[in-house]
Structure formats: C-alpha cells, structure tokens
C-alpha cells in the first residue's frame, strides 16, 4: 500500500510564504518523477511544478520566480516552497508521484490534497 501524505496548506496573506511537503511511504521500490498540481474551484486540475529524480525542474508560467519544488529521494519527499503569494494561488494543491510500488509496474499517485487560501 502506498501512501501519499501532504502537508503544509494553510491561510496566508497576500505576499505571504508557505511550504508544502509531501512524503510518499509504503512499499515503493523507486519514484521517477514527483509534482505538485493544483484545482481552484470551477477551474481544471493544472501542474504547478515537477521535478525528477535527477533534480531536474519545471514549472507553471504562472509560479516562475515565486515558487521552488526540491525533494528529498533519501526521505521520499517533495517540498513546494511558495513565496509572494497571490489570492490566485488559492486552490487545492496536490502532490503527485510516478513511482514502482514493490511487485507492481509504475503508476501515478495522489495525495489527498491541501487547502492553501491567500487573502487580499
């Protein structure tokens, strides 16, 4: 059983700072790429930002330059480091991983999604 587990969201003022973590547990036996998407209400599911196992990154147009993502592959986790935050960030966020769980293929999984809401 594979578990993904966020943390981190919150209410935060407009030009504020959070950071999210997600740690993926269980019987993984390797992770490939790891991300965070997020879904305002009314609005489709969209990536925020990715990074793979090697440390490479990619991101929203939208979060250039105000937000990081960095994992830890030792602790299979990934962070999502927002700074200057907008009330257009407000949404869900989910994590993400493509990872081989133990006597299984790859497959993507889901956290169970966190409330980040930046007031104005």
């Known amino acids: 059983q594979v578990q993904l587990v966020e943390s981190g969201g919150g209410l935060v003022q407009a030009g504020g700072s959070l950071r999210l973590s997600c740690a993926a547990s269980?019987?993984?036996?390797?992770?490939?790429?790891m991300g965070w998407y997020r879904q305002a209400p009314g609005k489709q599911r969209e990536l925020v930002a990715a990074i793979t196992s090697g440390g490479s990154t990619n991101y929203a147009d939208s979060v250039k330059g105000r937000f990081t993502i960095s994992r830890d592959n030792a602790k299979n986790t990934v962070y999502l480091q927002m700074n200057s935050l907008k009330p257009e960030d407000t949404a869900v966020y989910y994590c993400n991983a493509d990872l081989e769980a133990k006597g299984l293929g790859y497959f993507d999984y889901w956290g169970q999604g966190t409330q980040v809401t930046v007031s104005s």
């Open positions: 269980g019987s993984i036996f390797s992770i490939n790429a």
